[in-house]
């Protein structure tokens, strides 16, 4: 199997002294056959006493459909089996995303708030909770969660959900892409990634760096099925401006569905 990963398309509005920025970057693989594995179709959801940063509250659902996890500092994971039942997977989980939206409004407004030139800086950096991109001209390295990507030239190297790609100057028969948008305001990061293939593979989050104590600093969700469904969703509110929850969240699905 061979892999190609067209250059990075960087376009960012940088905002040199307010500290505003966003920044959307599009990859895109070819190959030969399906980039990810084969995700399982899940009657009932395993739902582990411990995971990680993670402990469950009380049973799970009895019907295999839901359960609940506390971490630390009050964070919260709730583990659902989401049916599409005629939905497409977008339908099915813009529930999930007006969710974590509504649990961080003010992180939301403030990001929807922004404005941008539009211009494409031949440089870009954006540093927040769960995030990490560092851009030059058709270089970058990019760090979100579940998501790495390098790029240096011809060369490529692509990890996402447990799945490393290794590339220079190949070829292939099929295009498929990996999107993932980012937007970054001051404090505020809102990430969205989208995984090739015809298996749903989804991870939304809303950080802020900026919030009363106690309150939540990251919100979201990672979700993943086979092409008819059913999905498996992680919903997760954090505490915690780091990544463990988040992982453990990934992990849970993962043990549910595959990688």
Same mark, same amino acid.
């Given at each position: 199997m061979r892999f190609v990963l067209i250059p990075l398309m960087l376009a960012a509005g940088l905002a040199g002294c307010d500290g505003d920025n966003a920044v959307r970057i599009t990859t895109t693989t070819t190959s030969s056959s399906d980039t990810l594995g084969v995700l399982k179709v899940v009657d009932a959801l395993q739902c582990p006493q411990t995971l990680g940063a993670l402990t469950r509250k009380g049973s799970a659902d009895p019907g295999g459909a839901a359960c609940t996890y506390g971490g630390p500092r009050g964070s919260e994971v709730v583990l659902h089996l989401?049916?599409?039942?005629? /939905?497409? =997977?977008?339908? $099915?989980?813009?529930?999930?995303? /007006?969710? =974590?939206?509504? $649990?961080?409004?003010?992180?939301a407004a403030r990001i929807d708030a922004r404005t941008s030139d539009g211009d494409q800086p031949e440089t870009a950096s954006v540093q927040a909770p769960g995030v990490n991109i560092q851009a030059r001209g058709e270089d970058a390295t990019v760090s979100l969660p579940g998501l790495h990507i390098e790029t240096q030239g011809d060369k490529a190297t692509v990890r996402i959900a447990g799945i490393n790609i290794q590339s220079k100057d190949g070829q292939g028969v099929r295009t498929e892409k990996t999107t993932v948008d980012v937007d970054s305001a001051g404090d505020t990061t809102r990430v969205l990634t989208r995984a090739p293939g015809e298996s749903t593979r989804v991870t939304f989050l809303l950080a802020d760096d900026a919030v009363a104590p106690g309150g939540w600093r990251q919100v979201g969700f990672e979700a993943r099925g086979p092409a008819g469904g059913p999905l498996v969703v992680a919903a997760v509110r954090s505490k915690d401006r780091h990544d463990r929850v988040f992982d453990a969240a990934k992990d849970l699905v993962a043990l549910n569905v595959g990688e």
């Open positions: 989401v049916r599409l039942d005629g /939905r497409t =997977a977008e339908q $099915a989980l813009s529930s999930f995303e /007006r969710d =974590a939206v509504a $649990a961080m409004p003010q992180a």
